[in-house]
């Protein structure tokens, strides 16, 4: 289950009741304000949090903005929207380069929150960026903690500075300093300093890190904390604040708990920022953090921004243009329906990204259900096939396909639905290709309903995005559809329609068997 899933179900639940009222009482905010207490004390959020969030929704509520309101309830799911913003940290707040480099940044946090694997996700997030990162191993206790990051360091391509093997041999404060140094002659534009951590809080751990500190006069300090550990997060926070500080905070694990406490509790209690958060344990599983993408998360709002940078960081500009060009004379093989899946296999799992479209908090079990390896299978079929097949499926008669088949370990319907499915991808790719905007699931054309009149349909498209890019147009576009329709979310403030249960199922198709 996703993290804030308990948290998100319940608020949702609270203000679909609300959906049901024209006007708002004092008692119907009261009552909506308790079951949100609720909500926040079973995600594990801190008690002193909890007390300020809802006395702020609670005075927010009972104004005159709700009661002037044409819908007062869609006002109350904006303030707490807005509250959540404001806990989660308000703004987004990006990494501090130093003027004159090396830019040293030093990780801090207990023994298993995450640490030297987010090490590794920060050097390949910052050498995409043009960045060469040097990765410090300056945790000399943990058992092959240095063994550790050597590995993590060499999958993300980032270069290493561990003279000492730890397990307990080695100055961590000189190999700190010694590893700044060693940046500098190097040309490294970034230090990340993997320090020591606990089982828990202690005079020891703190004193190293702040002896790390004082020898590195590190730009950044970031605290790496474990999404899941719940209300000791506070304290944890609070005494790492105390003994070292730090300038950003750094939420791991953030796919592994339902409840999500942490995240809703250490920016608002220390006053530091949430910089990045870490959402899987693969080297590209890390996002910078932004308050109000979460929020909207959290409230079932989707998040549609994230999910176009994932596609246009994913999508190849040059054979995208490529694909273009074929579009607009309508010579779209199969080679480049293969082509487009594997790059859509780049932006990473389809349950993540479908999980950002608004009102997917209703369908979790249909998510869950959804089966990555369907497009491993429509890539197998596809590669039995010869170039000349995949340039034109019209010659695939019978016995070209039962071939097919049994060399690609599947079936002749599986292949027939292939070439069914990949005639209306071509149908509408060539929608994109010309300016259009195809239906997409659970969301229907842009501009509103079916059945809109030619003229609407014609100024939405102009309105559409004009990119060169048919990956980016289709995201864009999917983009302004999320924005613009008249439609609500599960709760009704804004969003998009929630995907029904059909359009799960036909998406399910277009990118495997049937």
């Known amino acids: ?56 929704v609670r005075e927010r509520a009972l104004g005159d903005e709700v009661n002037r309101a044409l819908n007062p309830a869609q006002q ?44 590794g996700k920060l050097a390949k997030m910052l050498e995409k960026d043009g960045h060469t990162p040097l990765l410090v191993a300056c945790d000399l206790q943990r058992p092959n903690a240095v063994n550790q990051l050597q590995v993590v360091a060499e999958r993300a391509g980032a ?47 703190m004193k190293q890190a702040s002896d790390i500190r004082k020898a ?95 596609a246009q960081n994913a999508f190849d500009e040059a054979e995208a243009m490529k694909v273009a060009e074929k579009l607009a004379t309508e010579t779209f093989t199969l080679e480049d329906f293969l082509e487009q899946m594997q790059q859509m296999k780049k932006m990473g799992s389809m349950k993540k990204m479908l999980g950002m479209l608004p009102g997917m908090g209703n369908m979790k079990q249909q998510l869950e259900d959804f089966d990555e390896r369907e497009i491993d299978r429509t890539e197998a079929i596809i590669r039995s096939m010869t170039p000349g097949e995949r340039r034109n499926p019209k010659v695939l008669n019978g016995s070209r396909r039962l071939r097919i088949a049994r060399g690609s370990g599947m079936t002749v319907t599986d292949v027939n639905q292939l070439v069914q499915r990949f005639e209306q991808a071509a149908k509408m790719m060539k929608t994109v ?11 229907g054309p842009v501009g509103g309903k079916p059945g809109a009149s030619s003229k609407r349909g014609k100024q ?51 990118l495997g068997r049937g």
């Not at 119907?28 to 909890?50: K, N």
């Not at 290709?433 to 969301?443: K, Q, Y």
């Not at 309105?463 to 302004?480: T, Y």
Request: no cysteine; aromatic share 4%; charged share 20%.
């Open 1 to 56: 289950m996703a993290t804030f899933g308990t948290l998100s179900d319940r608020l949702t639940e609270t203000f679909r009741n609300l959906r049901k009222k024209g006007q708002l009482t004092p008692a119907d905010v009261d009552g909506t304000v308790r079951e949100i207490r609720r909500a926040l004390l079973d995600a594990d959020v801190a008690l002193p949090v909890v007390k300020e969030f809802t006395a702020a």
């Open 76 to 119: 109350v799911v904006q303030i707490v929207n807005d509250e959540l913003i404001g806990i989660l940290g308000g703004q987004q707040r990006r990494l501090q380069f130093a003027k004159n480099p090396p830019t040293v940044i030093m990780l801090a946090g207990l023994q298993g929150s995450g640490k030297t694997t987010f090490a």
């Open 159 to 205: 270069a290493i500075y561990a003279p000492e093997p730890g397990n307990g041999v080695g100055d961590p404060v000189k190999v700190a300093r010694d590893g700044v140094a060693y940046a500098t002659r190097q040309q490294h534009d970034i230090v990340i300093i993997d320090t020591a951590g606990r089982l828990g809080v202690d005079a020891e751990l």
């Open 216 to 310: 590195t006069q590190p730009d950044e300090v970031l605290f790496v904390i474990d999404s899941m550990i719940g209300q000791d997060a506070v304290n944890t926070a609070k005494a790492f604040q105390d003994g070292v500080d730090f300038t950003g905070v750094v939420l791991s694990k953030l796919d592994g708990d339902a409840r999500g406490g942490a995240a809703l509790s250490v920016a608002s209690v220390t006053g530091r920022p949430i910089i990045f958060a870490s959402t899987g344990e693969g080297l590209d599983d890390v996002e910078p953090f932004h308050p109000d993408r979460m929020a909207s998360r959290i409230l079932d709002l989707g998040d549609i921004l994230t999910l176009i940078e994932q």
């Open 433 to 443: 290709a010309r300016g259009g905007v195809p239906n997409i699931p659970g969301m």
């Open 460 to 510: 939405q498209k102009a309105k559409g995005s004009r990119s060169g890019n048919p990956a980016k147009r289709a995201a864009e576009n999917a983009g302004i559809a999320a924005s613009t329709a008249p439609t609500g979310s599960g709760f009704g403030l804004g969003g998009q329609k929630a995907p029904t249960e059909a359009d799960l199922a036909e998406l399910q198709k277009m």
